[in-house]
C-alpha cells in the first residue's frame, strides 16, 4: 500500500518560518511534489524536486521564500517556508508522480491527506 503522509502544519504569525515533511511508503517516486488548496479553489503548485534533487522548481508566489528538499534514503521531501504571509494560509499536499517536471496536479496520482498552515496575526 502506498501512503504519503504530512506533518509540520501549524498556526504562525507573517514573517514566521515552518518545515513541512512528508514520508513516503510503498514505493519511491521520480518526482516528489508540494501543492496548496484553499477551500473553494483549484489545487496550486508550489514545488518539486525530481529524485536525487537533480531538478527542483518553486512557483513565482513562492520563491525566495520557500525550498523544496529530498532525502531519498528516508524517502522524504520537504518544505522550508520562510517569511510566510496570510496569502500563504492553505492546505499544503505532498504528492509523488514518475514524470519530469510536473507542475500540474494531474501529474500526481499518489497524494498525501494535507496539513494546514495559517499564517495569522
Known amino acids: 500500500q502506498v501512503q504519503l503522509v504530512e506533518s509540520g502544519g501549524g498556526l504562525v504569525r507573517p514573517g514566521d518560518s515552518l518545515r513541512l515533511s512528508c514520508v513516503a511508503s510503498?514505493?519511491?517516486?521520480?518526482?516528489m511534489g508540494w501543492f496548496r488548496q484553499v477551500s473553494g479553489k483549484e489545487r496550486e503548485f508550489v514545488a518539486f524536486?525530481?529524485?536525487?534533487?537533480?531538478?527542483?522548481q518553486h512557483a513565482d508566489s513562492v520563491k525566495g521564500r520557500f525550498t523544496i528538499s529530498r532525502d531519498d534514503a528516508k524517502n522524504a521531501v520537504y518544505l522550508q517556508m520562510n517569511n510566510l504571509k496570510p496569502e500563504d494560509t492553505a492546505v499544503y499536499y505532498c504528492?509523488?508522480?514518475?514524470?519530469?517536471?510536473?507542475?500540474?496536479?494531474?501529474?500526481?496520482?499518489?497524494w498525501g491527506q494535507g496539513t494546514q498552515v495559517t499564517v495569522s496575526s
Open positions: 510503498g514505493r519511491t517516486f521520480y518526482t
Open positions: 504528492a509523488g508522480g514518475p514524470k519530469a517536471l510536473a507542475t500540474r496536479a494531474q501529474e500526481y496520482p499518489y
Open positions: 524536486a525530481t529524485w536525487d534533487g537533480g531538478d527542483t
